[in-house]
């Protein structure tokens, strides 16, 4: 079956680094993708990776290991603004499996 | 504009209705995907259109809902005889072309509530 798990929820601190965890079991696998959903609003592309290591955008970073089956999203310098749900999504042959999202609250 | 449209953008009904959603993807993008986001959960896939391809349907949850695609743009998503449990944010997405690298491109979404 399908499977991708994050954490629900996470808390952290502005100026903070936090990172959050995705682990996936999918019949098929053609690269996996982070989008940042604001409440009410529409999910936007982060990163995306489709081989092993780390692939570095700004203050966001986004790891892969295609053999543990594991990714991480890594936001540095944490801001105000970076409140919101983050989705991990794998993409099996031509669609996107999503994780059911992990809600990050950022306080002063 | 340039980005994917959707309307309406929220829509109240009553249980037994039938409604209509509508995904206006960008210009050029050859597919276009169907998705619903309940309340604090993640994104469901519901169908997906390639091309000229016969659609992935994989996704709907029940024969109660149907959509389709005109002249490989417009896309309308059916649900017919609303149930209370169909209230939820429905997303189109399109994207350029299928390949190893391209990403999903989201409309605003419709609301849903079924009363």
């Known amino acids: 079956g399908q499977n991708i798990d994050q954490p629900t929820e996470m808390t952290a601190t502005e100026g903070a680094i936090v990172q959050i965890n995705c682990t996936y079991q999918?019949?098929?696998?053609?690269?996996l993708f982070w989008y940042q959903q604001h409440a009410g609003e529409a999910p936007t592309f982060l990163s995306y990776n489709v081989l092993d290591g780390l692939e570095e955008k700004g203050r966001f970073s986004s790891f892969l290991s295609r053999s543990k089956g594991y990714s991480y999203l890594l936001l540095k310098e944490l801001q105000m603004k970076d409140s919101a749900s983050y989705l991990c999504a794998v993409k099996d042959t031509d669609k996107l499996i999503f994780g059911t999202g992990t809600r990050l609250q950022v306080f002063p | 504009g340039a980005g994917v449209s959707q309307s309406p953008s929220n829509k109240v009904t009553e249980k037994g209705k039938d409604v209509e959603l509508r995904c206006d993807p960008i210009?050029?993008?050859?597919?276009l995907y169907w998705y619903r986001q309940s309340l604090g959960q993640g994104l469901e896939f519901l169908i997906y259109f390639q091309g000229n391809s016969a659609p992935d349907k994989s996704g709907l949850p029940s024969d109660r809902f149907s959509a389709e695609r005109t002249g490989g743009s417009v896309s309308t998503l059916t649900i017919q005889r609303t149930q209370q449990e169909d209230s939820a944010v429905y997303l189109c997405a399109s994207m350029w072309q299928v390949g190893v690298w391209d990403t999903q491109y989201f409309g605003p979404g419709t609301r849903l509530t079924v009363l």
């Open positions: 999918t019949s098929g696998f053609n690269g």
């Open positions: 210009s050029g993008h050859t597919a």
